[in-house]
């Protein structure tokens, strides 16, 4: 029987938790900017050629459309490119166009097709992102102030007060008296306040806008991780390389970041603008579906700013979750060995590969990944997680146990979670015992920690008293967990109360039905039950997402069932 898998999320949990006024502000703001893309999402629903477009090559609208659904995202803005030159009028097909050019990355089809759509008094508010991002970078400040002029009357206003302070920098005015103007709302202050920080860097007061930076939160909190890494930015192009590294320096073990003496910004409205609009799409591309308006967000940062790494790496899992795997790799690709985010697009890469079905690969990557006496304590963690996600818990058992010794006295319950969860993989049980103990004695109200030492001891048919009531008092913490309702029922099953272990083991199936673990689990109890039909469609369920070893045992159940 396998053993239930470590709780690999944790590590992003603690590395990256919301605060509570945050979450609160961040769930906010992802409310009122996903508003922006309603109107244009609905005008991408159907998938017929237009009815308008009568004089438009057919198959290659066709090819777009397939194109476009298997992730091909340069050759689906190709054709839509055929077709919209023999239509720029038809405002459907302009509209596909553009959408198709700004998740290609074709910046020169995404503006013909954004003036296409302006010259039928048709384009999205989120046109006017890569019309100032464009403006940005090339110093324009009259093409600058009108995009912004489009965001007044437009959703995207929460954003023109910001921008106008970096605009007012750059043209050497009072960039705070334009950020004064920022709406009294909570996502609104927000940004103002992140803005604030660095532009007190950016105009000298240093000290003031360092503290103002760490005011923001540390950065086990993602948002500000990234503010912090933009100020280091700004100071190191002041040449305050010493600032920069103290800025982080405090929480480099998390981080893993580095800053490089190439690696720094001037203060402008390109700058500014690519942090802002990163800073956006960063919560909205935390979803399952991020939505046409993180891919404008993230193409007009990178347009702003092409050393916006973290944007090019936010724009990569987006396009990796939207089908588009080997267009998200290839902008890993373009993460710079000496990039503040080499070593997440080293570990992204792994991930991302793993996540596609194509273990090999991700294997080959990991193993290429190198860790030395210096490997920062991110590293580590990132490394390690994918260790277990690629089951390989003997390679992650020595990266856990570096981390655990390097935290001391103040190693938490996680980090002995996770050390005991890969000795217990890698077969060391009596060593996993004593972890999985200590993160009990550190967690003792937690249910991750008291599922996984109470399910190992029913395993080991250990203790198996105590077993029961760490997960009995865990499924009181967390009573919707499926595989803490599994844990308890099998355990009940063991102890030869198979009447009390069925109804938990059906609630965690239909809860987890994905699970190969519980629905082994259902079918040993069916059968136990003399309910053999159900036993057999169980088994051959959870065959389906179960590993190589679990599909030979399960087929050898469907078989011959259960021995007697």
Same mark, same amino acid.
């Given at each position: 029987m396998t053993r239930r898998p470590p709780p690999l999320d944790l590590a992003v949990h603690r590395l990256y938790p919301d605060r509570p006024s945050t979450a609160r502000i961040r769930k906010t703001a992802i409310t009122l900017i996903r508003r922006l893309a309603l109107p244009f999402a609905a005008t991408l629903a159907g998938t017929a050629l237009p009815a308008s477009a009568a004089t438009v090559d057919p198959a290659a609208y066709a090819r777009a459309r397939i194109a476009e659904a298997d992730g091909a995202v340069a050759s689906a803005a190709q054709d839509y490119a055929r077709v919209l030159a023999d239509d720029p009028q038809d405002i459907a097909i302009a509209l596909r166009t553009f959408r198709a050019a700004v998740r290609a990355g074709d910046m020169p089809l995404a503006d013909r097709a954004a003036a296409a759509l302006a010259a039928q008094k048709a384009a999205p508010s989120d046109t006017a992102l890569l019309a100032l991002a464009r403006a940005a970078r090339d110093g324009d400040v009259t093409g600058a102030e009108a995009a912004l002029r489009r965001f007044d009357g437009d959703r995207l206003r929460i954003l023109a007060p910001p921008l106008r302070a970096w605009l007012a920098l750059e043209r050497g005015g009072d960039p705070f008296a334009a950020l004064a103007q920022a709406p009294d709302e909570p996502v609104a202050r927000r940004f103002a306040a992140e803005t604030r920080a660095l532009l007190l860097i950016a105009t000298g007061r240093t000290d003031e806008g360092v503290a103002a930076v760490r005011a923001l939160g540390g950065a086990a909190e993602l948002a500000a991780l990234d503010e912090r890494v933009a100020a280091a930015r %700004? #100071?190191?192009g002041q040449g305050k390389d010493k600032a920069a590294r103290a800025l982080l320096d405090d929480e480099a073990g998390a981080t893993a970041l580095r800053i490089e003496p190439n690696r720094g910004a001037r203060p402008t409205l390109a700058f500014g603008a690519s942090h802002l609009f990163t800073r956006i799409a960063a919560d909205l591309a935390t979803g399952e579906d991020p939505? +046409? %308006? !993180?891919? !404008? %967000?993230?193409r007009a940062a990178l347009r702003a700013d092409p050393a916006n790494d973290r944007a090019r790496l936010l724009l990569a899992g987006v396009l990796a979750r939207d089908d588009a795997l080997d267009a998200g790799l290839a902008l890993l690709a373009e993460v710079p060995a000496d990039s503040p985010y080499a070593s997440l697009a080293a570990t992204g890469r792994v991930q991302m590969l793993a996540d596609d079905g194509r273990e090999d690969a991700a294997l080959a990557a990991l193993d290429a990944l190198s860790v030395t006496k210096k490997t920062p304590v991110g590293d580590l963690q990132r490394l390690a997680d994918l260790q277990m =996600? #690629?089951? =390989?818990?003997a390679q992650a058992v020595p990266l856990y146990a570096r981390l655990v010794k390097q935290a001391g006295a103040g190693a938490d319950w996680t980090d002995w979670l996770q050390y005991g969860a890969a000795l217990d993989g890698a077969g060391r049980w009596p060593a996993a015992r004593?972890? %999985?103990? &200590?993160? +009990?004695a550190k967690g003792p109200d937690q249910p991750l920690a008291l599922n996984y030492l109470g399910y190992a001891l029913t395993q080991h048919r250990e203790r198996v008293d105590e077993a029961q009531a760490m997960?009995? &008092?865990?499924?009181r913490l967390k009573p919707d967990d499926a595989a803490i309702a599994d844990s308890l029922g099998w355990a009940l099953y063991l102890r030869g109360q198979p009447v009390r272990a069925l109804p938990l083991v059906e609630r965690a199936a239909q809860a987890d039905p994905l699970s190969a673990e519980i629905g082994e689990h259902l079918g040993d109890l069916y059968w136990q039950a003399g309910r053999r039909y159900e036993a057999r469609y169980a088994w051959t369920a959870a065959q389906a997402t179960a590993t190589p070893v679990e599909t030979a045992r399960l087929a050898t159940k469907i078989e011959q069932g259960l021995p007697q």
């Open positions: %700004l #100071l190191i939505g +046409v %308006l !993180t891919y !404008t %967000l993230l =996600r #690629l089951d =390989r818990p004593d972890a %999985l103990e &200590k993160a +009990v997960l009995e &008092k865990a499924a």
